[in-house]
């Protein structure tokens, strides 16, 4: 059991440095939105999810 926990929190660090690294990407390549444009894509993108789950 403990084996399968230290995967999972392996699985979980991994996805964070890509979530992370794609960031930084974003960043350096200046991909960036103002922080009232980042709401409003994350409302946009949380609906368009909801809405294909129906």
Known sequence: MGIDID???NQNNKSLLRMLDRGIDDMEAERE???D????KITELRNLRRNARV
Do not use: G, Y
């Open 37 to 40: 444009e980042a709401f409003e």
């Open 7 to 9: 995967m999972n929190i």
């Open 33 to 35: 939105l103002l922080l």
